[in-house]
Nanobody
Framework: QVQLVESGGGLVQAGGSLRLSCAAS????????MAWFRQAPGQEREFVAA????????TYADSVKGRFTISRDNAKTAVNLQMNSLKPEDTAVYYC?????????????????WGQGTQVTVSS
């Protein structure tokens, strides 16, 4: 079992930046693909970004390309999402997901382990 704890959410003005972090612990926590998904009120959860278990592959949703960057720490037990040039439409609860030895998949079904989520609110 892999446990995930997100941090770094908050309120920011449009054009600003936030950095989300997700710490993994438990079995195989240093060999997990990790991803970020988000869910806005009244909308389905959607893919944001992912990084493979070895950090070689990253994928991004078109809506965040060039603005968001996903990375992982040297111990591979945490992942960060640097969010720049934030827009009001980025407002959502952001969820971290993980899958041992996974690739940087963009589908929710590819990840068995999920965090509780952290709120990101971008004001106009």
């Amino acid at each position: 079992q892999v446990q995930l704890v997100e941090s770094g959410g908050g309120l920011v003005q449009a054009g600003g930046s936030l950095r989300l972090s997700c710490a993994a612990s438990g079995r195989a926590s240093n060999s997990v693909a990790m991803a970020w998904f988000r869910q806005a009120p009244g909308q389905e959860r959607e893919f944001v970004a992912a990084i493979s278990w070895n950090g070689v592959i990253t994928t991004y949703a078109d809506s965040v390309k060039g603005r968001f960057t996903i990375s992982r720490d040297n111990a591979k037990t945490a992942v960060n999402l640097q969010m720049n040039s934030l827009k009001p439409e980025d407002t959502a609860v952001y969820y971290c997901a993980a899958e041992p030895f996974g690739s940087a998949a963009n589908s929710q079904s590819s990840y068995r382990h999920w965090g509780q989520g952290t709120q990101v609110t971008v004001s106009s």
